[in-house]
């Protein structure tokens, strides 16, 4: 592990840095907003095109935890 490090193969890539991201930190800030504010799971799956699950995540932040925001709980 230690080699991997040295060699700056052990980076983490966050957020839209990631080769596999569909959304991006200001997209994720809009969506916890707009969760906060009433917007069902369903409709902001619906309108960003990505699944209720990720939705979910975002909203209960397990996943893109370094973008600040309103930390709603559902």
């Not at 800030?29 to 309108?47: D, Y």
């Amino acid at each position: 592990m230690r080699d991997r490090e040295l060699k700056g193969r052990g980076v983490r890539c966050l957020g839209s840095k990631h080769g596999n991201a569909k959304l991006d930190e200001l997209t994720v800030t809009a969506i916890k907003e707009l969760c906060q504010r009433g917007m069902s799971i369903k409709t902001l799956a619906n309108t960003f095109e990505v699944s209720r699950s990720a939705i979910w995540s975002i909203v209960k932040s397990k996943t893109w935890q370094h973008v600040k925001g309103n930390n709603h709980v559902l």
